[in-house]
């Protein structure tokens, strides 16, 4: 028999911080580490280590992304992979000030929107080596890739090109 | 597309004053006041309604899924039909869509609409990280995941396209924070100038402070009914006319440059050299507006509606959108607003309650907002839930009400209409 009319919680230290009374606000934390596939996405990721820079081309209708895209979002077909020219253009730009947390320490930063000549989508990318006042739609942007990879789209950023 | 269903009507709404943070009271409290003035405004008895949407937008904020049944079950709807809609910033459009087909299908006779988000719980660059979860995780948000980043760039391009000017947007800051002096339920009412909206600290380029919403704390509910309930409940409900919804890729990147979808008032020759959307334009907006239009038979957008209450999280997408609304062509935004055609005494006014940039933009509770905002406006009930009536629009009979996610990727619009 287990019966104990005495029985008792232990008492610990680990309590929780509490920012104010009324009402009661607390810290509440939160953590978690995810086993993240990259899936049929993934060749795009490993070819960034060999410095390539990987679209999707259509296998029915020949249209082509600069994006990793399985399928084709205007007939639905099976996609190829296929390289990207090294050099594209600014479609357009911004410089962040201010950003989302995980961000705010590396601010400021610029985000472009690289067209490449004969593809008919968009990139979206880092530019670095070059200000706010610097960055020019039209403007001749290439490719360049970490050696150390982060297996993430920042594997690979732009720099200005000459004309 | 079909519109089969049965006359909808929206017989009452409520909403609570949008602001930073209420910690005093949770989601379900918030909701709960929202929902009483609506159902006192109608002495509507809970054995009259058949059933709800929840409207919310993120399990992040407040680390708590189905937070939809625990306000059912605080505001003692259980146990009636109900589910959830999420669909990023157009959450309260598209919920407020669903309401409507339920009625519509003949489903519910009576359906409560109800929106809330609590933002306060994280900081606000938390905030934005969580909203920039809402962008494509594996390509998007990684390289500087932040929704005002995005919009920058579709600024960026519009002024490129068109020639839009960093004014031009400004003076949308000023018109709504304007407007809004005299909402009480808004959260940031403010008297500006130009160079007020210019001199505020740059986010990104060329959005400043003032050109960009904050992160609210509310809620708001819409009722709807059918004909026969509405008529009985009210004197004055107001008609939903008619709806549409539009989509767009996830990805800005993956955006077509292809031709217009045109309007009933635009030709071919309009847009000769016009690639679209491209990132300038919103192709679930328009497609979004002619669906609601071609079910509502509006021919002529400027001139058939009387007022607007649209997704202003920047004033860039304010401006774009006139375009997609077909209140002036492609490439008019900037001057449309200059003009003062969007003001309160304009030709059509736009965002008269101060809209997301002054009201606030609690994620789920907005789209309900905007057609609570707007069935006062159609009732022309303003004066007495505003206790003030400046922003009543004199000749409101029709309106349009326009709920937006993403970068564009779901655009909902709805008409409503006086009934008498
Ligand atoms: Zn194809």
Do not use: W
């Given at each position: 028999m287990t019966i104990d009319y005495d029985a008792k919680m232990p008492e610990t230290q680990d309590g929780t911080e509490v920012y104010n009374v009324d009402p009661l606000i607390v810290k509440s934390h939160y953590e978690i580490d995810y086993i993240h596939s990259y899936a049929q996405d993934s060749e795009f990721f490993r070819a960034l280590g060999k410095k390539k820079l990987m679209g999707s081309k259509c296998r029915k209708c020949g249209y082509t992304y600069a994006t990793p895209r399985g399928h084709c979002m205007m007939c639905g077909s099976e996609t190829d992979w296929y390289e990207l020219p090294n050099e594209g253009r600014v479609h357009t730009y911004t410089t962040c000030y201010f950003g989302s947390e995980k961000f705010l320490p590396e601010t400021p930063f610029n985000l472009i929107m690289v067209e490449f000549e004969g593809v008919d989508s968009l990139f979206m990318a880092r530019l670095i080596g070059a200000d706010q006042e610097d960055i020019k739609i039209g403007m001749k942007v290439r490719a360049k890739f970490r050696r150390n990879l982060q297996i993430s789209p920042t594997d690979v950023y732009f720099v200005p090109a000459k004309e | 597309m079909k519109h089969k269903g049965q006359n909808v009507y929206m017989v009452s709404g409520g909403v609570t004053k949008f602001s930073k943070a209420t910690p005093e009271m949770d989601f379900r409290l918030r909701v709960k006041k929202a929902f009483d003035y609506a159902v006192n405004d109608i002495h509507l008895d809970l054995k009259d309604i058949d059933g709800s949407v929840a409207s919310y937008f993120s399990d992040h904020f407040q680390r708590q899924l189905m937070s939809g049944i625990m306000v059912q079950d605080y505001l003692g709807l259980t146990p009636k039909p109900s589910k959830r809609i999420e669909g990023g910033g157009a959450t309260g459009g598209l919920a407020f869509q669903t309401g409507y087909e339920e009625v519509a299908s003949g489903r519910m006779d009576v359906c409560a609409v109800y929106g809330f988000e609590t933002m306060s719980h994280v900081n606000t660059w938390k905030g934005n990280e969580f909203i920039a979860l809402a962008s494509d995780t594996n390509f998007d948000y990684p390289v500087g995941g932040f929704?005002?980043?995005?919009?920058?760039?579709?600024?960026?391009?519009?002024?490129?396209?068109?020639?839009?000017?960093?004014?031009?947007?400004?003076?949308?800051?000023?018109?709504?924070?304007?407007?809004?002096?005299?909402?009480?339920?808004?959260?940031?009412?403010?008297?500006?100038?130009?160079?007020?909206?210019?001199?505020?600290?740059?986010?990104?380029?060329?959005?400043?402070?003032?050109?960009?919403?904050?992160?609210?704390?509310?809620?708001?509910?819409?009722?709807?009914?059918?004909?026969?309930?509405?008529?009985?409940?009210?004197?004055?409900?107001?008609?939903?006319?008619?709806?549409?919804?539009?989509?767009?890729?996830?990805?800005?990147?993956?955006?077509?440059?292809?031709?217009?979808?045109?309007?009933?008032?635009?030709?071919?020759?309009?847009?000769?050299?016009?690639?679209?959307?491209?990132?300038?334009?919103?192709?679930?907006?328009?497609?979004?507006?002619?669906?609601?239009?071609?079910?509502?038979?509006?021919?002529?957008?400027?001139?058939?509606?009387?007022?607007?209450?649209?997704?202003?999280?920047?004033?860039?997408?304010?401006?774009?959108?006139?375009?997609?609304?077909?209140?002036?062509?492609?490439?008019?935004?900037?001057?449309?607003?200059?003009?003062?055609?969007?003001?309160?005494?304009?030709?059509?006014?736009?965002?008269p309650s101060g809209g997301l940039l002054a009201s606030g933009h609690p994620v789920g509770a907005t789209g309900i907002m905007q057609s609570v905002f707007m069935f006062w406006q159609l009732q022309h009930s303003i004066k007495k839930h505003f206790k003030d009536d400046t922003l009543q629009v004199k000749n409101a009979k029709r309106g349009l009400i326009h709920s937006h996610a993403g970068t564009g990727t779901y655009v909902t619009v709805s008409v409503m209409e006086a009934v008498r």
């Open positions: - | 929704y005002t980043g995005y919009y920058a760039m579709m600024a960026v391009r519009h002024m490129h396209e068109f020639g839009t000017t960093v004014e031009q947007l400004a003076k949308v800051s000023i018109k709504n924070h304007g407007n809004a002096m005299h909402n009480p339920y808004a959260q940031s009412p403010m008297k500006l100038t130009v160079e007020d909206v210019r001199n505020s600290p740059m986010v990104s380029y060329p959005l400043t402070r003032l050109d960009v919403c904050t992160m609210s704390d509310g809620a708001a509910v819409a009722i709807l009914a059918s004909e026969d309930k509405a008529f009985e409940l009210t004197d004055h409900p107001v008609l939903v006319k008619s709806i549409g919804t539009g989509t767009d890729t996830m990805r800005l990147s993956d955006r077509p440059f292809l031709k217009v979808p045109l309007l009933a008032n635009e030709k071919e020759s309009d847009y000769r050299n016009l690639k679209y959307p491209g990132v300038h334009s919103f192709r679930a907006g328009r497609t979004a507006a002619k669906e609601a239009y071609d079910a509502a038979g509006i021919t002529d957008p400027l001139n058939e509606i009387d007022l607007v209450e649209l997704h202003d999280a920047y004033t860039s997408s304010e401006v774009q959108t006139y375009e997609d609304l077909g209140l002036c062509r492609y490439g008019e935004g900037g001057s449309f607003v200059e003009e003062g055609k969007s003001a309160l005494n304009g030709k059509v006014p736009v965002n």
